[in-house]
């Protein structure tokens, strides 16, 4: 068995023509290798191009593949055969086959099925990525160009978004469905291509279009450039971490009976570490992740939260845990026994194999302190030191209550920027827009649901509706009657936002309704929890951005008071950040990345309710300040 390596390095002159039969992994496989000379046939000479990382996503099926000289050509034929096979980078090192110690990245990945996999006693077919539940890691280098083909031979439609990437004029390639692309239809493909520029750190990629997102996900690992250490001590071992939710029945089935109750859709029947509920749920045993740790040894582990609808606590039994990044962005390092982390976040954490020799569980559980039902019950991994036989049971972490509002509170307070020299934190310290939106759920007339209305969400009371015509495409081709940019600045009824529980309609409009912002101008947000039905923390993520927290309280905003408390020297940089239980958060950004970026609740409940909008983001004057042209196979409505 292979395990995980360290990330990929450079090389200058090596050359690697591989041939795979795809009938199993133990198939007729040929690397043929040369330091020195070149392979005229088929090589790849790595020095025209410095990272061209080719990963080929699809649904159902798998593909042969020649690759021509240089990187310039690539021909992918996918077929339908049932056998997993994968070729890894980080496995060939692992085998010592090649000298990777130059190589920037090149990733194949020939699998790619509907497959059934089985959970908690049941078995039921998935969307998965190359045959994988959780998907492939994709590893790059900061500066590196990234190309991904998605084929879609699932019986959905598909798009992908690269959560946290921040896509510069190129939203062509963020992926949210309707939003900068139509989605990828059944038998069709699409090559995402974008450049990672001024990141490094965990980000992840799900599925932007239904439910499919509970597994079809993945981690993104971003390397620092070449010659540059991590601020903080170089861990021994790296070890993605993600976190998730599974049903026994079919996800999308379980959303559409939800939308035609009107109702809620039933809740997960558990949290997964890494695609695995671990053994304190039935039937599995053979579905624990575990990780081998060497006393002594310091472990970066890349936790992502990639569950539907659950803040989550985790920790590591019996270990201290130091954040050293969230969200691909440095932090002020602190130490904790268990950290928050909302849907669409990711934290990194260093954790020393200090303690006596033995197995630990990994656990992680919802965090929920509104009187909302969910899924409370524990998922765990374990954190096994080298030579501890298995039948040591391990032992449980203390997690925080379910509703530990202060542990919350004062986890999110900890969390500050590097910012430093190398890393600095370019707070906006001037305001161009001020906007304040709040955030309701509410109830519209349904006859044909159980009780007669039917669940929505809004932003300033304006349920936002998803267009059949991309967003970024009628923007950039100026078609008309797609989208209104008059979404309000602010609520047209103000109130005491978290006092007692509303249950009157407010009259919530809907429509696709979106903010025109200038070009690099500055725009504070704040976005206020309400008591409309009831009060609930929401994660909010912000495509092609990343913004400063800034501030942050429970109960109503002060716009009198609060911004005197602000911190502009030093706050957490990220991509999602959650709004509190009956409170709110302030964020800053420069609005310095032109097109059309949606902003959404990352609990996919709401976001289907309607709790989403978008930003258009005009063009500026220079040559490059405005929307790329779109690549010639975006996928047509």
């Not at 090649?98 to 969307?127: E, M, T």
């Not at 045993?285 to 060497?294: I, N």
């Not at 524990?378 to 096994?384: E, G, H, K, P, R």
């Amino acid at each position: 068995m292979y395990k995980e390596s360290q990330p990929l390095r450079h090389s200058k002159d090596l050359e690697v023509l591989v041939n795979i039969s795809l009938a199993s992994l133990d198939a007729y496989t040929t690397l043929k290798l040369s330091k020195r000379r070149r392979t005229k046939a088929a090589a790849m000479d790595f020095r025209t191009h410095k990272c061209l990382l080719i990963v080929i996503f699809g649904f159902l099926g798998l593909f042969s593949f020649t690759v021509e000289a240089a990187t310039k050509k690539y021909q992918f034929d996918v077929s339908y055969i049932f056998y997993a096979f994968v070729v890894k980078i980080s496995m060939l090192k692992q085998l010592s086959i090649l000298n990777f110690d130059h190589i920037d990245c090149i990733v194949l990945y020939p699998q790619i099925q509907v497959k059934n996999v089985s959970r908690l006693c049941h078995a039921k077919p998935i969307v998965t990525v190359n045959g994988r539940f959780p998907g492939p890691t994709i590893y790059v280098r900061e500066g590196d160009r990234v190309l991904v083909n998605v084929t879609n031979h699932a019986k959905y439609n598909m798009s992908i978004h690269w959560h946290g990437i921040k896509q510069y004029r190129n939203g062509w390639a963020d992926g949210p469905a309707y939003i900068t692309q139509c989605p990828i239809q059944t038998g069709s493909s699409y090559t995402y291509d974008f450049n990672v520029t001024g990141q490094r750190g965990t980000l992840w990629w799900h599925a932007h279009i239904l439910w499919l997102r509970a597994t079809v996900y993945g981690a993104i690992v971003i390397m620092p450039k070449p010659g540059t250490p991590f601020p903080f001590p170089q861990p021994a071992r790296e070890v993605e971490i993600l976190l998730g939710e599974w049903w026994h029945n079919d996800v999308e089935a379980v959303e559409t009976q939800g939308n035609q109750m009107g109702l809620p859709p039933n809740m997960s029947d558990a949290h997964t570490i890494n695609g695995k509920p671990g053994p304190l749920f039935p039937c599995s045993e053979k579905h624990t992740y575990a990780m081998e740790v060497e006393q002594g040894k310091t472990y970066l582990l890349r936790i992502i939260n990639a569950a539907l609808d659950d803040e989550l606590f985790f920790a590591v039994a019996g270990h201290n845990m130091t954040v050293v990044e969230v969200d691909a962005v440095y932090t002020k390092p602190f130490t904790t026994q268990a950290i928050l982390i909302a849907p669409g976040q990711t934290t990194n954490v260093l954790v020393k194999a200090n303690q006596v020799a033995g197995r630990y569980f990994m656990a992680t559980r919802t965090f929920m302190d509104a009187p909302i039902p969910v899924d409370n019950k524990t998922a765990t991994a374990i954190f096994q030191y080298k030579g501890i036989p298995n039948t040591v049971l391990p032992s449980l972490p203390s997690l925080p209550a379910a509703n530990d509002t202060r542990f919350a509170l004062s986890y999110i307070k900890k969390l500050r920027s590097l910012n430093s020299p190398q890393y600095p934190a370019n707070v906006p310290l001037e305001v161009d827009r001020n906007l304040f939106y709040t955030i309701g759920l509410a109830k519209n007339s349904c006859p044909t649901c159980v009780n007669g209305t039917r669940l929505l969400a809004s932003l300033n009371n304006v349920s936002f509706v998803m267009p059949q015509t991309a967003l970024l495409q009628a923007h950039y081709f100026n078609i008309k009657g797609v989208y209104r940019t008059d979404f309000p600045d602010k609520p047209s009824t103000p109130f005491n936002y978290t006092g007692a529980p509303l249950t009157v309609n407010l009259g919530t409009s809907k429509g696709t309704r979106i903010s025109k912002v200038p070009f690099n101008s500055t725009v504070e947000l704040v976005l206020q929890d309400t008591n409309l039905l009831t009060v609930e923390s929401h994660p909010f993520h912000l495509h092609g951005y990343n913004f400063f927290v800034v501030g942050t309280g429970i109960g109503n905003f002060d716009p009198a008071k609060d911004p005197a408390k602000y911190n502009l020297v030093d706050p957490i940089e990220r991509n999602t950040v959650g709004v509190p239980t009956g409170g709110w958060t302030a964020i800053r950004f420069r609005a310095d990345n032109p097109g059309v970026w949606f902003m959404h609740c990352h609990l996919e409940l709401h976001t289907g309710w309607g709790l989403k909008t978008a930003f258009l983001v005009e063009d500026g004057p220079g040559q490059d300040q405005s929307v790329l042209p779109p690549p010639k196979d975006l996928p047509a409505c």
